[in-house]
């Protein structure tokens, strides 16, 4: 078995007793949970630094390991920061776990180097951005789901064990807007250094691919997501809808579109 396979599943296997701990021992934002958060975040960003030790050559896989423990780094500041943010737990690790065993099963595949000239002072910096990014935009849309699952249980008037474990409705839209608002303004600025970094490295603003199209609707609708609810109140689950809907289109294009070039057309 390859190194990187190795090194995934021991990734994936931090993930584990986090994801059981929210559903077993969801009540409590005590020491065990922060150790087993703590965890969590530290094994898939600690696999994807040893993947990119010598080059910045990210395939599918340490693109979604990074894509984990950013939005873990991201969840573990909000949890500490937030009264109720911690119980998105139950929702955010098992999709992380997805995730990881997506990451786990093509670890082996090789990435795209970038083209000669694309490094510049601005790349670190474009790609620390666009991780926040979609870190923040993986939260408002946990913060959706959880909205949705919560509504969904008053409606039926039958509370279930994810709905009791899960933040109370008006917390979570509360989350799924201020989560919204700064993924919005993260991924604006990640479209200016992805601009700037064009320039630099091909002399004109924007590439005409499908992560850029992807990116631009993405924006484009959480934008006018805002801007709705901000003149009307859109609020539950047709706003939930449309903030899933946003992160689908943002997953499209990072993860998806590294899905295709790095596994389909490898």
């Known amino acids: 078995m390859a190194a990187s396979t190795l090194l995934s599943l021991g990734a994936l296997g931090a993930l584990l007793p986090a994801t059981l701990a929210a559903y077993l021992r969801g009540e409590s934002r005590d020491f065990v949970f922060w150790v087993l958060t703590a965890v969590a975040t ?3 960003l600690l696999w994807a630094g040893l993947r990119l030790q010598s080059a910045w050559n990210a395939g599918f896989a340490v693109s979604l390991w990074l894509s ?22 139950p929702i955010l690790f098992p999709y992380l776990v997805g995730l990881g065993a997506l990451a786990t099963v093509w670890s082996a595949s090789p990435g795209s180097p ?6 510049t002072a601005w790349l670190p910096v474009h790609i620390a951005i666009a991780l926040a990014a979609y870190g923040l935009i993986t939260l408002a849309a946990v913060a959706a789901a959880a909205v949705a699952a919560q509504e969904s249980a008053l409606k039926q008037k039958q509370p279930n064990r994810l709905s009791r474990l899960l933040p109370a409705v008006r917390d979570a839209e509360a989350l799924q807007m201020q989560l919204l608002m700064a993924g919005e303004g993260v991924l604006g600025a990640g479209l200016i250094t992805g601009m700037a970094l064009e320039y630099l490295s091909e ?4 590439r005409p691919d499908h992560k850029t199209v992807f990116v631009l609707a993405t924006f484009l609708v959480i934008g006018a997501l805002i801007l709705v609810h901000l003149r009307s109140g859109l609020r539950g689950r047709m706003a939930a809808r449309w903030v899933l809907v946003a992160y689908l289109l943002l997953t499209l294009g990072y993860p998806g579109v590294k899905f295709v070039t790095d596994v389909l057309l490898s």
């Open 203 to 206: 002399s004109h603003l924007l």
């Open 114 to 119: 970038l083209a000669q000239g694309a490094f």
């Open 68 to 89: 984990v423990g950013v939005t873990l780094v991201l969840f573990v500041v909000l949890a500490a920061g937030t009264r109720s943010a911690w119980r998105l737990a």
């Open 42 to 44: 530290a094994v898939p």
